[in-house]
């Protein structure tokens, strides 16, 4: 089992940047492909970001195209998401989550374990 953390989130304005990060500590990282999901107020929780077990792979919403970066330092133990270029629609609560074995990285139900989330305002 795995426990994330994550850190980073913050009040910023639009068109700055934020740089998140998901601790692990339990079991190692590279054991798990990693995904980054968002939830607004009133809104279901989204897919935003995922990455491979060695980061190889990366995957990410359409909103999140040429904006964010996901990568990871199995290393470390960590997982992060490089937000560029915020807008105001990209404010919302941000959650790493880990799943153990392949599948739809853009489903929430495809992962084991998650966070609690870091919460991300942008102001206009």
């Known amino acids: 089992q795995v426990q994330l953390v994550e850190s980073g989130g913050g009040l910023v304005q639009a068109g700055g940047s934020l740089r998140l990060s998901c601790a692990a500590s339990?079991?190692?990282?590279?054991?798990?492909?990693m995904g980054w999901f968002r939830q607004a107020p009133g809104n279901e929780r989204e897919f935003v970001a995922a990455?491979?077990?060695?980061?190889?792979?990366?995957y990410y919403a359409d909103s999140a195209k040429g904006r964010f970066t996901v990568s990871r330092d199995n290393a470390k133990n960590t997982v992060y998401l490089q937000m560029n270029n915020l807008k105001p629609e990209d404010a919302a609560v941000y959650s790493c989550?880990?799943?153990?074995?392949?599948?739809?990285?853009?489903?929430?139900?495809?992962?084991?374990?998650w966070g609690q989330g870091t919460q991300v305002t942008v102001s206009s």
């Open positions: 990455i491979s077990w060695r980061g190889g792979s990366t």
């Open positions: 339990g079991r190692a990282l590279s054991s798990y492909i």
């Open positions: 989550a880990a799943a153990s074995s392949v599948g739809t990285v853009k489903y929430d139900y495809a992962y084991n374990y």
